[in-house]
């Protein structure tokens, strides 16, 4: 009987390992098969598990409760099951769950812990060096990053033509040296040269973005993981249905089990143009068949948004569409949708040439002041021009701009709402105006942020009622001070410095709470 | 018999006037009658005269033709007609024609000479001190605007609460020190206090315009005439039909024969609550029966557009709609009106509370480049507070902005361009292009004006024509710098600095010459 590891005990949202010997003959990855079952009071839960190389099969699993746990392995090269039982201790400091919808518009962390998100995007920042990539969890952590979007797959792209540290699958790339702007579009999935068994994984590719993943929960930062995309020389764009589940498969079955994991179905994936609406489908399928902890899955556009109005969809994953409008249609998208929207793309802090990675530091600012005060959530990216080649927004490293210094402020503001979120308020046509989502707080007019983006009134006055005092503030977004102005109530005046960038925070003096 | 007074020889495009002395009594305005008949090789025109008081009677006309002119005089003062005749020289320097429509969207004096408006509001300035008048006219001809916005009566409303300096009618104002926010909202069209005759005109106030509307033609400004508005605290947003037709007759018959003279029939007519669609319909009938020299008409909007289809309509005098999105509109609405597009009221540069007047001026220079790209014309003004409370879009005096020093350039862009103006073109998504309006340079690829606004791209790639030789300038709009960076042919890339508000100008080498 073969012998299964494990530690005997774990914390709730914990990763649970269970491993043990198996064949290494064959083609183990299709051939063989392990799940286990897992039991304790609340949760009765079958995982499929995966083969991790050199004869070691794994299976994973996210307890969701404290207490005693018992498990059940079945193994295609097991004789017979085998049993045992684990304790799941309460989670340690900084571990709240996983992020789930909460309150239809926004976030929150599986123990309740509002998630207010603040994403930025580097796409193959875990394909680089072991040094870049200490460089950059360190500058994700100094600019308060919650969430970070990147590629499994390696990415052929501008500015990233080269080999990544690895490939997901055995076999042997082709010849980029051969390559020209001529020769090459991203997109067409052409695969002359590449020789790769896409039945056969290269988990050590796999057990690095494990340890990237594990790097960024203790940071606090969501891995909002783009399973597929479109920027490939290497063929992994254009597999086959069959080929393409068998990922799927072994991507849910190896990292489902970390609590900080998001689904992103693709990046761009109208571009991805050997793909159907059917197979977007069918891979939604089986997250939400094999995916037991139901994590936040979306799906990124270019052209068109998905429609993602589709039940699997937890939460829009947006890219603009427009070059001079983005986070200003978020009411509108809110009220379209009725999930979270987060817009993952709405042009990249940069100075290159294309138009979605050049605008400056005060604009991708402005859009995400813009986006929280109607109720959603920008991402940040950065594509600025360096000696090195190395752009952030692709490969990590350093951060040159200036927006992410400033997202943490908007952060701590966030964190300061009452209720959970900012819902958009119809005040007057020249400003956005953010009251709180919740109902009982927005009735008894607890709080008011105003934002007046690029226009800079030298003074604004209010009349909100003759009888609600409010705590006036007066928040420079960009040189994130926050002077206080004492109080108002019926008509007052509010004085501004006449620069752009600018808020004001009402929010009435000696407040009901929400009994919520 | 009276005598007729009057020059014997004037300019073609000039003002020729008549004038005799009438009845005193009763009242002249409404009771007496005075027209002229005018007579040349290519012209017969019959034109209304009006009452200027003092007993004295006025008939202007502007000839079209040089060479030799005839006249008749009636009037109901007079016991016959009055002939004479007079001499039409050629036009002095600097004096073109008034100004036509061209080429479906763009504008031309009547000698052919190209017209890019480069506008501004200053909508009672007019009314001010002598001393303040003249520091308008410094202002705007430093500034190099070609035409100016403004009103022939009064205005009250926000930092203009004072008396102006002359009304139209006989009578008595009201006692302004009554007023406070809460008893008096503009466009209520309340009249109490006031005391006019609305059938005497108050002469004086209409000659001194008239020696603001020679100033500024002096200039080479258009003078765009607001003849009505809604800011009103006297009764003037709210006569009777009657009254208003009067006021129209007397306005035409004294400004009609200024070469300068637009008509703009209302600022904010949809705030005119007093008047209705077939008012504005019969002003125009109006203007187009009395006014025999077809000098340009619009009407301005808060609101909703007027439908600018009308066939009197002669180009678009818009007013934006939206808090973000101006300028960018600039070729929907020429495929929409088939008009000039000129876009009189886009945010001024200012830092008032109100969102129409609190945008600084680099934004109101790339509203300006915006449209011009789009094939249209945009308008500032500026409300930028002051210790002496005076505001350049309602009072003149000095500039105290930005945007209004960078104009000039780039009207001397617009005047370099092959034919006349300039036309969208779909070039990418993610920067507006400009092409000559001209089918033939058009399509010999003669000329593209590329221009990235907020976007701040470091280089550019070009690939328009294998064959076609193009001159490459570097424009910096802000800082007005011209930098030619040799040729392109084929494939080409252009360096550009990453800042914002840069342009590229490609000029076809040995261009052909349009043969129109």
Not at 168 to 178: F, I, L, N, Q
Not at 256 to 274: F, T
Not at 371 to 388: D, F, I, K, Q, S
Not at 467 to 472: A, G, N, S
Request: aromatic fraction near 16%.
């Amino acid at each position: 009987m073969n012998t299964i590891q494990y530690e005997s005990q774990t914390e709730k949202w914990g990763v649970f390992e269970l491993s043990c010997l198996g064949p290494e003959t064959g083609n183990p990855f299709v051939e063989q098969k392990i799940s286990a079952d897992f039991y304790a009071e609340n949760q009765t839960v079958t995982v499929k598990g995966f083969y991790d190389g050199a004869g070691i099969y794994k299976v994973r699993f996210m307890p969701s409760f404290e207490g005693r746990y018992c498990f059940c392995v079945r193994a295609s090269f097991l004789k017979e099951e085998v049993t045992g039982e684990f304790l799941v201790t309460s989670p340690r400091e900084g571990n709240h769950g996983p992020v789930r919808v909460a309150g239809t518009y926004h976030l929150a962390y599986e123990d309740g812990t509002p998630y207010y998100s603040v994403g930025t995007t580097c796409y193959v920042w875990e394909l680089q060096s072991d040094e870049r990539i200490a460089q950059t969890l360190r500058s994700l952590k100094e600019a308060r990053f919650n969430k970070i979007r990147f590629c499994i797959f390696p990415k052929h792209y501008d500015y990233n033509l080269g080999e990544p540290r690895s490939y997901p699958y055995e076999g042997t790339p082709m010849d980029s040296s051969v390559l020209t702007k001529e020769n090459f579009s991203f997109y067409t999935g052409k695969t002359e040269g590449n020789h790769w068994d896409f039945t056969r994984f290269h988990p050590a590719h796999f057990r690095h973005i494990e340890t990237c993943i594990l790097e960024l929960q203790k940071l606090g930062i969501e891995a909002d993981l783009i399973v597929m995309h479109p920027y490939d020389r290497w063929g992994f764009s254009c597999m086959t249905k069959e080929q393409d589940d068998l990922y799927w498969k072994y991507v849910i079955a190896r990292f489902a089990a970390y609590r900080n994991v998001w689904w992103s179905l693709a990046n761009e994936y109208d571009l991805m143009e050997h793909k159907t609406i059917a197979d977007w489908e069918r891979y939604a399928e089986i997250i939400c068949k094999e995916d037991k902890y139901s994590h936040l899955r979306s799906i990124h556009n270019c052209h068109g948004f998905y429609d993602y109005s589709r039940p699997w969809v937890t939460h829009c994953s947006i890219q603009r569409q427009e070059p001079y409008l983005s986070a200003e249609y978020v009411d509108t998208w809110r009220a379209r949708y009725k999930k979270p929207v987060i817009l993952d793309e709405i042009c990249y802090e940069g100075n290159i040439q294309f138009g979605w990675g050049n605008i400056d530091g005060e604009e991708l600012l402005r859009r995400f002041w813009e986006a929280a005060c109607r109720g959603g959530y920008a991402g940040h990216g950065e594509t600025l021009m360096n000696p090195e080649n190395v752009l952030w927004w692709s490969h990590g490293g350093v951060l040159r701009g200036e927006s992410h210094k400033r997202f943490g402020f908007l952060y701590d503001i966030l964190c300061e709402t009452p209720g959970l979120g900012l819902a958009p308020y119809d005040w007057k046509w020249d400003c956005v105006c953010a009251v709180p989502e919740c109902e009982f707080l927005k009735k008894v007019k607890s709080y008011y942020l105003f934002y007046y983006g690029f226009t800079r009134p030298c003074f604004k006055e209010f009349e909100i009622d003759p009888e609600t005092e409010f705590e006036i503030e007066v928040i420079d977004t960009w040189n994130m001070t926050i002077e206080k102005q004492g109080t108002g109530k019926g008509k007052f005046r509010v004085e501004l410095p006449g620069r752009k960038y600018m808020a004001v925070h009402l929010k009435k003096t000696n407040c009901e709470k929400c009994e919520k």
